[in-house]
């Protein structure tokens, strides 16, 4: 049974940190792509990075977090992270942590997006929420 669990959410202020973990059973992150996604009330999931280890630590991020957040994998761990910095309220959301087969992970190009149907076991998802 493949578990993904998700940690580290909670409540910043607009400007500051907050790091997520995704800890991953029965499951090894460096065999495919691995990916954050996060939902606002009443919007829809939007994927905010990913990261593909076996293809030289290739990794998307959205263009509303670059810059601002930093997605790393621990393989040894088998722990996928997201930094966030620079957070603001709009960055308020559940994120889900998620895994997929290697083509999940964009590869970069201008029209490259993720796709919430490529990724096949998600967490249950930790709350952030950025205040002004």
């Known amino acids: 049974q493949v578990q993904l669990v998700e940690s580290g959410g909670g409540s910043a202020q607009a400007g500051g940190s907050l790091r997520l973990s995704c800890a991953a059973s029965?499951?090894?992150?460096?065999?495919?792509?691995m990916g954050w996604f996060r939902q606002a009330p009443g919007k829809e999931r939007e994927g905010v990075a990913s990261?593909?280890?076996?293809?030289?630590?290739?990794?998307y991020y959205a263009d509303s977090v670059k810059g601002r957040f930093t997605i790393s994998e621990d393989n040894a761990e088998n722990t996928v992270y997201l930094q966030m910095n620079s957070l603001k309220p709009e960055d308020t959301a559940v994120y889900y942590c998620?895994?997929?087969?290697?083509?999940?992970?964009?590869?970069?190009?201008?029209?490259?997006?993720?796709?919430?149907?490529?990724?096949?076991?998600w967490g249950q998802g930790t709350q952030v929420t950025v205040s002004s």
């Open positions: 990261i593909y280890s076996r293809g030289g630590g290739r990794t």
């Open positions: 998620a895994a997929g087969p290697p083509f999940s992970c964009p590869l970069g190009t201008d029209g490259a997006t993720m796709w919430r149907n490529n990724f096949g076991y």
């Open positions: 029965g499951y090894t992150y460096s065999s495919g792509c």
